[in-house]
């Protein structure tokens, strides 16, 4: 029947199918390979990854030439796409002996809807690009030697949304756009260093509904211009610091405020969902600049809560209000914008309600409407700490000076500073906020503010109580420990896979690299039982402390990077054994909280049937219940990369029926390379710089080498190796290698005729000398897997039984040395969410929503570091960024 049907017919019936399944229907007869030329492919991206799918893509220039949407991403190590116009002449060199493809030939796709590049080794200019009549969307991300400019998109009359985020070779001007007037409905332009022009320029383009300007600081502006007539349609809005209104904007004046905020209140008014949901009440980290002369410098050692420098929006019920408020939670008087509502409505009583919270944090500062003068704020600290006068504060003119030198001194002595600080202790009720900003706390002070030390308890930490965390690494024992120790759950189990001896076993593992974030998140959450020892004095001394990064270039060429996060923030980047600071963890905890050898069934959870309590019972594949497992109010998903709390999560269901393995490796990616790592007792060497780590990379990308300090006579070393392509088929380092003990000497030993194979550069022989010093039982390996990206789905169950921790909630790539740190912010984070919940669900909610953002981001970022770094490539470095987080 099919023959009967012409070639029109075929080519519409076609149209209902995915452009793979039309190339292989194509094969069928020569009547359907004509008919599918005429084809139009319905939207569904073709997405081109490796040189397998750039062949296909060649083919369906001519054979399916009415593809609508298209994807470019990087191929595999050893192939590029050919140079485009003026491209950049080191990468051209450095890349000569790749094997190039020609990206010219998407130019065939006439019709093209959607063209998204991301991660594409494109190196100068491609018109081509630019040339779509009927192309609507236009994503183009991290291609930092694509060279385009904004006045290129003439091409693409029917362009209804635009995406450019970290290029740094995209120049321009806002005023550009104008030539999409009549199309352009999304605009995001993010990190993109080079654009220029105004916000305003953009103000009576009639159908633009987002617009994302974030971190792109030659773009200048006033939000307070935006007038009623001003971007008719726009409903959600980003804006750089460089804009007055934008992120991180910093006032310069205490009085610019209250008009200010007026402004913002009636853009909200005509706009309700006009700001990001979750940057409006932090407003935008708006703040009082640090060279305003309304400004007055604190030491925070003293102990007295911060000054009032910050701004937030509240909003209680349909009314709106912002207030000056400090880093430490403390609130100035609500300066409302809106009359309140009134006793007869019928909203009055959750006005109330949502009312009450807000005015809790109006302590020290009641009756102030604005940030106090330095006079009375002193005073006020004097009255609320009840001590003697303060030592005079700095002069704010002086202060960058004294700070600097301050720092400079600071560096000569960077281990011992921890233990310089003593403080003057806060209200009791201030003292977590208090913490979490300061770089030390000793562990008397500590033991006073813990939540059991005070016999206080929340009603989410009284429902919390027989928590069992599941995965007993970095993450899950972080979280027992804060849970503990911060929120006052004392009723805590740890069920950890492995035998007895394998979790005491400090050699277990490679090494975990922890900065400030991480240090100050586990200074947070640490018992204060060893009265003596400053927990970050303790981890700085197990570990070696990071002074920079070494390039080794060919021909025994290095360019070293400094590491200046000691500089920036006081703390520095420690590189310890990853089975050295899980002991750690493990000994803020009874010896009766981790079980060893448990939780390797678990494939799902049910209703408990033997009390009321809401309880769960842990449950196998086949659904009975796991015997020696107690019933849980809450599960906590720490078992890592391939976790199955997280399948159980993102597919919204209780229970895996198919293979757990299976079913938790669904919403892995796999980054096509294997790394093996270890710590060995040797020194890299005196010829090598101290406290640095060096790094080295095959010229093709397929051999990436790391070695670093990693505690005194201890060397840290990485091999990161690429798969290799075999008829066609990938091939992992480890394939064909047998299992257990005598793998791990087949894996020390194919590893070492790599390297040999490698030129003999003097650094690969050094590494080559570790990893044969090193005992094979020692050796860590595991695949570069990421959690697929975050997206929507949210870091808890909706039934609120099950929340993620660690790698659990946001596996990432290793490029920022991030995944020790981000699950001690999980934990210290979800501890502070249970500590002040009303109830267990809301808790989780909270942890949700706080952690979300800032994981999705970290994800990406790390993603396209790795990327670049593969490719002789710099990425734009986050690490201040990182660095900043606060205990919420």
């Known amino acids: 029947m099919a023959n009967e049907l012409s070639g029109d017919v075929i080519a519409i019936i076609f149209g209902s199918f ?12 020569r009547k359907w390979r004509e008919a599918a030329k005429k084809t139009i492919v319905p939207m569904t991206e073709f997405s081109v990854d490796s040189v397998r799918k750039y062949n296909a893509m060649a083919t369906m220039t001519t054979a399916l030439p009415n593809l609508q949407q298209l994807s470019i991403r990087g191929l595999r190590s050893g192939h590029k796409y050919s140079d485009g116009e003026d491209p950049d002449e080191k990468l051209a060199r450095y890349h000569a002996s790749l094997t190039s493809h020609d990206v010219n030939l998407i130019s065939n796709f006439r019709k093209l809807r959607v063209l998204h590049i991301e991660g594409a080794p494109l190196n100068g200019r491609f018109p081509v690009l630019f040339s779509f009549p009927l192309l609507e969307k236009l994503i183009i991300s991290d291609c930092p030697y694509l060279k385009w400019d904004l006045e290129m ?106 008009s200010f905020m007026q402004a913002i209140h009636l853009l909200l008014q005509r706009t309700p969902t006009l700001f990001r949901e979750i940057w409006l009440p932090g407003a935008f980290a708006w703040s009082l600049s640090g060279q305003s002369p309304d400004r007055y410098e604190y030491d925070n050692i003293y102990g007295c809560p911060y000054p009032p420098f910050s701004l937030q929006i509240v909003q209680a019920e349909s009314r709106r209000g912002w207030s000056w408020c400090s880093n430490g939670g403390d609130s100035c008087e609500i300066n409302w914008l809106d009359p309140e509502p009134s006793r007869d409505s019928s909203g ?33 600290c004097e009255e609320y700490m009840g001590k003697t006068p303060l030592v005079p504060k700095t002069d704010s003119r002086q202060h960058d000076s004294a700070h600097k030198s301050k720092q400079e001194d600071n560096n000569n002595n960077n281990t011992n500073k921890y233990n310089q600080h003593h403080m003057r202790l806060p209200p009791l009720h201030l003292a977590t906020a208090f913490i979490s900003r300061t770089s030390t706390v000793p562990p008397t002070s500590r033991s006073l503010f813990s939540t059991s030390a005070l016999n206080m308890k929340s009603n989410a930490a009284t429902q919390a109580e027989g928590t069992v965390i599941v995965g007993g690494g970095i993450a899950g024992l972080a979280v027992a420990a804060a849970l503990r120790n911060v929120a006052g759950v004392s009723n805590v189990k740890v069920l950890e896979a492995s035998t007895k001896a394998s979790f005491q076993n400090t050699d277990s593992g490679a090494a975990a690299q922890l900065g400030p974030n991480g240090l100050r998140a586990l200074n947070f959450i640490s018992s204060s039982d060893n009265e003596d020892d400053d927990v970050v004095q303790k981890v700085l001394d197990m570990g070696g402390i990071l002074e920079g990064n070494v390039m080794m270039m060919p021909g025994g060429q290095t360019m070293a990077i400094p590491d200046t996060t000691q500089a920036d923030t006081g ?39 033997d009390d009321n309590s809401q309880h769960v019972s842990m449950i196998d594949t086949s659904g009975n219940t796991i015997a020696d497992l107690s019933s849980t109010p809450l599960i906590i998903g720490a078992d890592g990369v391939r976790s199955a709390f997280r399948a159980l999560v993102r597919k919204d269901v209780t229970h895996l029926t198919t293979d757990v393995t299976d079913a938790s490796g669904e919403d892995v990616k796999y980054g096509g390379r294997i790394n093996i790592k270890a710590v060995v007792n040797k020194s890299l ?6 406290g640095h780590t060096h790094a080295a990379f095959a010229p093709d990308g397929s051999v990436a080498v790391f070695a670093g300090p990693a505690g005194e006579g201890s060397t840290y070393w990485a091999i990161s ?15 064909g290698l047998p299992a257990g003990s005598d793998g791990k000497m087949a894996l020390k030993e194919k590893l070492l005729a790599k390297l040999n194979s490698l030129d003999s550069e003097a650094y690969i022989t050094t590494v080559i000398d570790l990893i044969t010093e090193t005992s094979a039982e020692n050796i860590f390996c595991q695949k570069s897997e990421e959690a697929k990206e975050l997206g929507t789905h949210p870091l808890h169950s909706a039934d609120g ?47 949700s929503k706080k952690r979300l953002d800032r994981c999705i981001e970290m994800q990406a970022r790390s993603a396209e570091r790795a990327a670049k770094a593969m490719k002789g490539e710099q990425a734009e470095d986050v690490s201040k960024w990182i660095f900043q987080w606060e205990i919420a």
Request: hydrophobic share 35%; with cysteine; charged share 25%.
């Open 571 to 609: 703390m520095p980047q420690v590189l310890v054994r990853w089975g050295m600071l899980r002991s750690f963890l493990a000994d803020q905890l009874p010896e009766d909280v981790v079980v060893t050898e448990a939780g390797k069934d678990i494939a799902g959870y049910k209703s408990s049937s």
């Open 721 to 735: 190796v690429a798969d290799s392509v075999t008829d066609g088929d990938a091939v992992t380092f480890t394939d």
């Open 348 to 380: 009055y009583e959750d006005y109330i309600e949502e009312l009450q919270p807000i005015e809790r944090n109006i302590d020290i500062y009641k009756g102030h409407h604005q940030p106090p003068s330095e006079e009375v704020y002193n005073r006020l």
């Open 18 to 29: 995915p452009p793979d399944d039309i190339m292989r229907m194509r094969r069928v007869c």
């Open 153 to 258: 998109l003439q091409g693409l009359p029917s362009l209804k949304e635009l995406g450019c985020n970290r290029n740094s070779r995209l120049t321009g001007n806002l005023r550009s756009l104008r030539v999409l007037e009549h199309t352009l409905e999304k605009l995001e332009v993010n990190s993109c260093k080079q654009i220029e022009g105004n916000l305003m320029d953009l103000a009576d383009l009639p159908h633009l509904k987002e617009l994302d300007l974030d971190h792109t600081p030659a773009i200048t502006g006033d939000i307070r211009d935006i007038g009623e007539d001003d971007f008719p349609v726009l409903e959600s809005l980003g804006l750089p610091r460089s804009v007055y209104g934008g992120m991180y904007c910093e006032f310069q004046l205490i009085s610019e405020v209250p």
């Open 685 to 690: 060497g005196k010829e090598y710089k101290s």
């Open 801 to 847: 039984r099950v929340v993620l921790a660690g790698d659990a909630a946001h596996a990432m790539s290793a490029s920022y040395g991030q995944a020790a740190n981000f699950a001690l912010e999980d934990a210290a984070t979800l501890a502070v969410c249970i500590r002040d919940g009303n109830d267990l669900e809301g808790a989780l909610k909270d942890y």
